[in-house]
């Protein structure tokens, strides 16, 4: 579905809120020009119908990574770039894998891309402050004892040689009263978040933040580079120490990588892939988390669509192997996971960042939703992974309800 925003369609959120991984020199300049649409049950191959779209609409989507013109006249001003959002179902649907349960929130599509044209006139007028919000109590979809069935019957699947490794999310609601665009900036703003930004329907019926610290994927300069993150400890001095001594999460990180690895070998068009930097520990709000970088070059031309197939549904919130392992997901999870876990970003002339959509919240028009899990290997323990989602949850929970995270 294509979608024309009209001259007063804006959503309701502040547009000092900007879209995740937009260029700086953008900011407070964004006007929407079109809106691509696609939903899980829609028809078509969601992959080639929204490069079809991006290309038709002047960039370079099908030979990614090669400059093209920085601004192309359009008729309306001057072409900035696109939105992207890709969720984990859409990237099922694009390598033909399992799907998982229905999304939480079916209002928001599973594939939703706004081009942005730069604008000189004066943004509208920001919603007032959010007097009244509130939110309701949390409901879970599944119990502390259930999630840690879940992980067990992983670790069971993982001793039957199905899977190696395979990550396990829940999801958690709230009703909330009031505009929710404030607890969306802080969510946005939390620290740690390379991603931080937020993406809403014109109309203001759904809107998504994200605090992401994760790159799914980045093409920039020849290069195509994904940084995986694997491993968690509390941000203090004992933590640090912990992940880095702990030879489960390596081992666990490690797997990841490797299937990061042969995602951007598979791609037409890359040269030798490398590992350029292994375990590093990186701070995300109060907790620790390890990331490494793959990287490989462009030696040909690299169309998005073949880049969605390849590195879509992120295999650090699958599992390993990636096929087998979203199997086990659809078979585990009783919540979709709706925005999260999935492809979110920016796609420019010269560039292209999309992070993975985990810390990501979505408003839907009456509730707010968070998910949070961790990759099970068998050495997990059940009571520690429930743990570290809830800890992952947390901070975005406190910011929706007003709190402020201290800057890292």
Not at 230 to 244: F, H, I, M, S, Y
Request: glycine share 10%.
């Amino acid at each position: 579905m294509v979608h024309a925003p009209g001259s007063g369609d804006h959503c309701r959120l502040s547009p000092s809120v900007a879209p995740p991984a937009a260029p700086t020199a953008c900011r407070a300049r964004h006007h929407a020009l079109r809106v691509f649409a696609w939903r899980r049950g829609d028809s078509g191959d969601p992959a080639e119908l929204l490069t079809a779209f991006l290309a038709d609409n002047g960039l370079p989507v099908r030979n990614l990574g090669r400059s093209a013109d920085k601004y192309r006249p359009n008729g309306h001003g001057l072409l900035c770039g696109a939105s992207l959002y890709v969720s984990a179902d859409a990237g099922c649907v694009m390598i033909q894998a399992t799907p998982g349960a229905p999304s939480p929130v079916p209002g928001i599509p599973d594939v939703y891309a706004v081009v942005h044209e730069h604008t000189d006139r004066p943004p509208p007028d920001a919603p007032a402050r959010s007097a009244g919000w509130r939110l309701g109590p949390w409901r879970e979809s599944w119990t502390p004892a259930e999630h840690a069935r879940a992980v067990q019957r992983v670790r069971d699947a993982i001793g039957r040689g199905d899977v190696y490794q395979v990550n396990v999310v829940g999801h958690g609601a709230a009703p909330y009263t009031a505009d929710p665009a404030a607890a969306l900036r802080r969510v946005a703003t939390l620290p740690g978040a390379r991603y931080g930004g937020v993406l809403a329907a014109p109309d203001g019926g759904w809107a998504l933040a994200t605090a992401s610290p994760e790159t799914l994927v980045e093409v920039r300069d020849g290069r195509v580079l994904t940084r995986p993150i694997k491993g968690t400890r509390p941000a203090t001095a004992a933590g640090r120490r912990d992940l880095l001594a702990s030879a489960k999460e390596r081992a666990e990180h490690v797997m990841i990588v490797d299937l990061e690895r042969n995602d951007l070998a598979r791609l037409p068009g890359a040269g030798p892939v490398r590992v350029d930097e292994l375990f590093a520990v990186r701070r995300w709000c109060d907790l620790w988390q390890a990331e490494s970088v793959v990287s490989a070059p462009l030696d040909g031309d690299l169309d998005l669509a073949d880049l969605l197939r390849a590195v879509c549904p992120g295999g650090s919130v699958t599992g390993a192997p990636k096929l087998a392992a979203l199997r086990q997901i659809a078979t585990l999870e009783p919540v979709g996971r709706g925005v999260s876990m999935g492809a979110l970003g920016w796609i420019g002339h010269d560039h292209l960042d999309l992070g993975l959509s985990i810390r990501t919240v979505a408003v839907d028009g009456s509730r707010v939703h968070t998910w949070a899990g961790g990759g099970i290997t068998a050495d997990s323990d059940p009571a520690a992974e429930v743990a570290e989602a809830a800890a992952k949850a947390a901070p975005l929970r406190a910011a929706l309800a007003g709190a402020v995270t201290a800057p890292a």
